[in-house]
């Protein structure tokens, strides 16, 4: 079939390539002139710089100006398309609804473009972009709008996590299609036949209302199970002696009932869709005048807990922030990607910038020019000059007076020989992903360990001395940050 995806990020990227390989002709359109111009270099730094998807830019290497052709013009192409997939970023807005203008912008320019067809042959849009429910609906009337003619509309929500984008779309769990009409329903069946009879992935054929909220309500089921942990669990092993994170969740999770998927204690789920995926569903239900306390409770807990082991620090250790030098490692949301949306890690440097520590030693294998081009720009904020970046975990623990562990990158665990190797106690070791299995040798050798879901562990070097010499300095408790608008 012949496809256009427009919109190549994390999402329309990992799609189009995977369409390409089972023969589709897909063309991958994007306003963003470099991106599309690194695409189709065909080179894996050039793409990995965009997105970085473990064997994603093999695919896209391969199948370039063969089944995969990167545009910033589809005008070319319009007539013989048979579907085109919206994979446009739609961002939150500050009140947490969602920021359609993104995507607007991109199905007012495609109405204008299938409004001059001259080949009437029927043509399905597809929402794959995360939406507000109703937008199908908004998508058809914009074409009515523009005088489009013979089109369906339909949602096909993207469940990938990244890190894992390329498996993700070869091995679905589920493929969701919600249309109106039968024809619409046989396209989308010929587009994904490897997919339809499947005997392991669910192919559920609805409404396109209904296919819009299974994004939303998983997405916030997924939150709401990481919360919990979070919330829950990992407060009890924080707060009574003796009880062993890991042997908890193996005693419950025992329960076939009860997923083993999600259930650990971290420093807070981050990424582009969680955090917005839920405000956007308050608003949704908010508007429509229904009660949002849970899916409230589980943002603030989850947006709490990236910056509450800082408040540990603090209150348990009596560390004092101030003037001190801080190793951060890991950056990125989670392991395996550069993507820093919503990460953990930006809201602990700001914690930290903000209690006036003296440098942050950052060092993450993927995320450092995303970090240094994107993020922690010293034009957006001068404080941002107070981060430094270094080329491997060890070079950024040398001459740092705490560690804090925000991403779970293999190379961090068993991390506690270097730390001993290269610097000396007192020293805080915080570890928001629980990366240190040995930290028993760590304390032995005189350094605090303070993890999140465990006691925090004092070393034998009299540190709370050490640490608590400038007590009246220590900052109050963070405040909660923003809650949701009730
Ligand atoms: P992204 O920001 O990585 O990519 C969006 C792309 O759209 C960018 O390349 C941008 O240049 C392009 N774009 C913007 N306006 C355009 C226009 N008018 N015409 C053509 N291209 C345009 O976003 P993403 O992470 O790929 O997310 C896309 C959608 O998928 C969002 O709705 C998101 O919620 C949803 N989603 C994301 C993930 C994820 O893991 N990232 C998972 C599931 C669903």
Redesign the pocket.
Known sequence: MKIVV????????PHAAVLSEYGHEVHA????ET?IAAYQSGEAGNIER??NEPGLADIVAENVNRYLFFTTDVTGVVEETDVFFL?????PNRDGSTDMS??L??IH?LGNLLAQRHNKQRVVLVN????PIGTARLLESVMREHGVENFGVASN??????GN?VEGSRRPDRIVIGADTLEDMEILRRLYSQFVNHVRIRYLETTPETAEAI?YVSNTLLLTYISFWNGVGGRLAEAIPNIRMEDLKVGVTADARISTWGSYVSNGAG???FG??IQSLIYQLNHAGRPTDLLRAVYNINEYQKIYLIDRAIHEAHFNFNQKKVALLGLSFKKRTN?M?DSAALRVAESLLSRGVATIQAYDPLAMDEARRNWFNPEKNYLYERITYHDSAVEAIEGTDALYISTDWEEFRGLARTIRTTVKPPYLVIDGRRMLPDFENLVAAGYDYLPVGGLLMRGRSNSSEAYSENDQAIPAIDELPQQVPA
């Open positions: 427009i919109g190549t990020g994390y999402v329309g990227l359109y994007d306003i963003d991106r965009y997105v994979c446009i970023n739609t961002p993104y995507y912008n991109a320019h794959k972009s995360t939406v929500p993207e469940f990938l996590a990244q984008a994004k990424g582009s869709c917005k995926d993507d949306r």
